[in-house]
């Protein structure tokens, strides 16, 4: 999507990230992500704001971040306990950040905000150099569902209420797994669009991109509460080991 950068997903969102982007499973990916970086030096690829990032540092986990957005990451400053996160600004396909890491994370489809395979390919690769022998990269995404677009597209009303509507919209090429979504708020108080170009995959694919970085699939749940992952699973939760 033409004028859509690393950067651009904070600048539209930041400000009212907390209030329109709660998964309702914050408090169990805590719980398994805790358990999975133990003591070990941690990296969250795209803190943002830090909704999982600020929890685990209360719980003692050792956690720096990555993120693209400037204004993201000030809002993570801001919240207590904000300024005590080392977070790097830089992309995520580069991962330019100092030393090496016993487990690293990315949650929240946020994999997909990278819009080419290429990018995808290279977040693994740049993971694989960054984890120490044994270290583990955890990644959280939907499983793609293209029967969602009739006719290449999908126009869908995610919210009706007394004041407007929201309407997801969104152009679909299945060749290159891209979606260009515009989410288009109407109210009272005018229009207001917020796009978003991700690039999906299937977690084969996932697998294909951790196996070319030298990592193995060691765990794949339906979510964070560890359930089993099956045909009829619309997220998954992946966990890869680098060989020790
Ligand atoms: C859906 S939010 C997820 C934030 C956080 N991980 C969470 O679970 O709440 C996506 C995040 O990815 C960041 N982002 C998008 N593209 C990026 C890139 N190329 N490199 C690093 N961060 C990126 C955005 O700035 C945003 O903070």
Redesign the pocket.
Known sequence: MKGYG??T??RL?AAD?DAL?D?GTTEAAVELLASLAGRGRTL??????G??ALPLARRGVAIEG????PD?VARLRAKPGGDKIKVAI????EIAVDGTFDFVF?????LF??TTQE?QVRCFARVGERLNPGGAFLVETFVPDVARFKDGAIVRPMAVDFNGVTLETGLHDPIAQRVDYQYIRLDAGGMRLTPLPMRYAWPSEIDLMAQLAGLALEERWGGWDRAPFTAKSEMHVSLYRKPA
Do not use: K, Q
């Open positions: 690393p950067e997903f904070g969102n990230y982007h998964p969250e690829l795209a803190i943002g704001i909704r999982l990555l993120d693209a957005s993201m830089g992309d995520m396909a990315l949650a929240f489809n946020a905000n990278l990018a």
